[in-house]
């Protein structure tokens, strides 16, 4: 069966289909008040099956802000405040691992973000990037991580016996 319609704007439309469907086309662009057009298919989100979040146990990490009050406050701290000015790489990247693994032995580790935004914190600029190179770099042996470093994804870190015994060593000389 054919069907022609001539549209509003004077276009002409023709149909060629079963009796039924041209019907149909029909009455959903004629406008008749007895038929309804089709509404429109509902696009419905499908929601993906995601790990969930991993519960933030403040138990097992330690914040940029304890790191930095203890830092500041801590009186027998005080003799860090030279590495914050050195320009020592190593110890200035294992300064915050040292203090955080004082304040607690057992807590996850740190990021090389960490250690930046620790650094914010104390009023020095040093680069996400910069940190993650010392890191890898040659203060690699006085580190612990706990994955194997790959680009884009986080590595925690956390201080050696040799990189205690590098950093005391530091203090002292």
């Given at each position: 069966m054919k069907a022609t319609l001539q549209l509003a704007n004077g276009?002409?439309?023709?149909?060629?289909?079963?009796?039924?469907?041209v019907r149909r086309l029909l009455a959903d662009f004629s406008g008749s008040p007895d038929?309804?057009?089709?509404?429109a298919p509902q696009h419905v989100k499908k929601t993906t099956a995601s790990r969930p979040a991993e519960p933030r146990d403040e138990a097992e990490t330690i914040t940029e802000l304890a790191v930095v009050n203890c830092i500041k406050e801590d009186e027998s701290l005080q003799w860090t405040h030279r590495i914050l000015d050195s320009r020592d790489m190593t110890l200035r990247v294992l300064l915050?691992?040292?203090?955080?693994?004082?304040?607690?032995?057992?807590?996850?580790g740190a990021t090389?973000?960490?250690?930046?935004?620790t650094y914010a914190e104390l009023g020095v600029k040093?680069?996400?990037?910069n940190i993650s190179t010392e890191l890898s770099g040659r203060s690699k042996k006085y580190v612990i991580a706990d994955v194997v470093r790959r680009k884009g994804a986080p590595v925690h870190y956390k201080?050696?016996?040799?990189?205690?015994?590098?950093?005391?060593?530091?203090r002292n000389g």
């Open positions: 276009t002409k439309v023709e149909i060629d289909g079963e009796p039924d469907e038929h309804k057009p089709p509404e915050p691992l040292y203090v955080a693994s004082m304040i607690d032995a057992s807590a996850k090389s973000g960490f250690i930046s935004r040093m680069a996400v990037g201080i050696s016996r040799a990189g205690r015994s590098f950093f005391e060593q530091g």
